[in-house]
């Protein structure tokens, strides 16, 4: 995936001198990253006559043109946010970018392309990694630079270890008395804030896209587990809670999910409530919860059983079949318990409406 752009040699990449932070140094290595600039000098200074000479400016000049290669943010009218830049991308539309921000709109696709190039991603795969490697790292960055606060009320505390803190504890400490090149210090940064992005890169590339795969594939499978389809079999131990979620909107299915069953890293099987909020759609058997083992064995009827926490959210069994038949019988348990309180509802309602009718016939 090539920007379309070219560039005349010598290659030069100018950024403003001083103190540094995150956005410029991501936006240097990114930029370093596309094959052309690779061995890009850069230029760190504040003379608007080197910065004129020099082939791409970020973070510096006041001035942001793509066409010419300026990437600032600084300036007054500057309000561009990712959707502004790339509108396949609707909901980014409140953080302000940075350098950082800017580069990766631009020549992020580029960029993706290079670190991931013996994966063969479709291409919404590609879009969701793009989309998420932003919002893992590039997003952060783009607001704490821009002093957009994370939080609407006061937080209870600070994280002064994020990328961000990192690179600017890089810079030479005020009361030094020793001599440093900044230079050096500044490709410091550049090499940590760039180890955190590729790694970034391959993580939602190689662990998290597959996980989504794999829930996505249980999913649609779901009715040859169950016959409802509120159970969903997982080929494989992984997160699956955040993709269940997304997916559930995107497939319209909202809700209809209530159990989820897998194996896990012992080789026992394990069932699992889905979240909702603080607490799942449904949960193993009242009278279940808390047992182990054989106790609760006797007690569920279901052989082979090792577990169901105190709470109900997730019980074991050795086998498939034993987890599975935990969850028809919670399924058709909670069932059964919320037709008995309508049929509760509805007998006190006939009730009061008797009442009520006998006190108007003995008024009258």
Known sequence: MQSGFTFKEPITIGTHDGVFHADEALACYLLQKIPQLKNAKIIRTRDPNVLDKCTILVDVGDIYDPKRHRYDHHHRD??????????????????????????YAHFGKEIISQILSNSKLTKGDFKL???HVYEDIVEELDGID??????????????????????DKLNPYWNSSTAVNIQELFYKAMELVGKEFEEAVLYRANVWLPARHLVKESIEK???????????????????????RTL????????????????????????QGVPDGRNCRVLLRDDWKGFRHEELS????????????????????LYRDGVL?????????HKKMKQQQQNKFKSKKLNDNREHLKKLNLSN
């Not at 809700?255 to 896990?264: H, L, P, R, T």
């Open 298 to 317: 006797k007690k569920s009827g279901i052989l082979h059983c090792t577990f169901v926490h105190a709470d109900g959210f997730i019980g074991g069994n």
């Open 78 to 103: 500057f309000t561009h946010t990712l959707c502004s830049i790339r509108p396949e991308y609707p909901n980014k539309k409140i953080i302000k970018l940075s350098s950082a921000g800017l580069i």
């Open 222 to 244: 779901r009715f040859d587990v169950h016959k409802t389809g509120e159970i969903i079999e997982l080929a494989n131990r992984c997160p699956w809670k955040e993709h269940l």
């Open 146 to 167: 821009n002093g957009i606060k994370q939080c609407k009320a006061g937080t209870v505390f600070r994280i002064h270890t994020n990328v961000s803190n990192r690179v």
């Open 129 to 131: 990694v793009y989309l």
């Open 248 to 271: 559930e909107k995107e497939l319209r299915i909202i809700g209809k999910i209530k159990f989820a069953i897998f194996q896990d890293c012992t080789g026992e099987w394990r069932v």
């Open 325 to 333: 038949e935990m969850a028809k019988r919670s399924l058709n348990y």
